[in-house]
């Protein structure tokens, strides 16, 4: 297929836009600068990038954000019956794909996940050697102190080792408690609320709102929608694609 007219495809620009990208050395095949119009590439097969972000131009390939409501588990099936993502995903994305859930959260948490059939992406994710940031709001009792932003970055030891946080701030307080934001690329279970409950601060309510360069933004509880090309390209940059 013809690379301008797979741009056009993927959703990057119009094909007369593709074009002069193409014209202007803006676009890459498989690591190599292509300018001549009318080169031909395997959509399946090549890496395409466009300004140094790769793009995704398979079609068999999913990427989706999914806004994970409070009291659903993190699974694709539940042989309890309990309520999953696997169930919203049934609903609502057409053809039976195996899609791998990045990011799990707890039942009582609520927040953004990924989901894709990209393997390779999706264990790339996860994986902590990629230090993928993961940015949280939580709401915890009392009134935090000055010094606790410090005290996690230290790191606080927990029962299975010490855990430290990227960045954290404060971002609301009301009487009785406080609203904070924590980032940290560690993936151990139930992370945040381990932390923030042995610094003093139980948790009442954790909300997940990026993952990497991924935003929840405004999107509803139990919505899911497909990443666009900008956001997969900084997914693909942050694991090395």
Known sequence: MRLQ???????????????????????????EVVTELGTRV???????????????VDDALVHLAINKPKGMHSTMSDDRGRPCIGDLV??????NKKLFHVGR??????????????????????????????TYIATVDGSVP?????????GVELDDGLAKVDDFAVVDRVPGKTLVRVTLHEGRNRIVRRMLAAAGFPVRELVRTAIGSVQLGAQRP????????????????????
């Open 42 to 56: 395997d959509p399946a097969r090549s890496v395409i990038r466009v300004d140094g972000a790769r793009i995704s």
């Open 105 to 134: 959260l707890d039942a009582d948490t609520e927040g953004l996940m990924l989901l894709t059939n990209d393997g390779e992406l999706a264990h790339r994710l996860m994986h902590p050697s990629f230090e993928v940031p993961k």
């Open 90 to 95: 049934e609903q609502r994305v057409r053809g």
């Open 146 to 154: 000055r010094g606790l932003g410090r005290t996690l970055r230290a």
């Open 222 to 241: 139990g919505s899911i929608r497909r990443l666009n090309q900008k956001e997969l390209g900084e997914l693909y940059k942050a694991v090395g694609l």
């Open 5 to 31: 007219k797979v741009l056009s495809q993927a959703g990057v620009a119009s094909r007369r836009v593709a074009e002069q990208m193409i014209v202007d050395g803006r676009v890459e095949v498989d690591g």
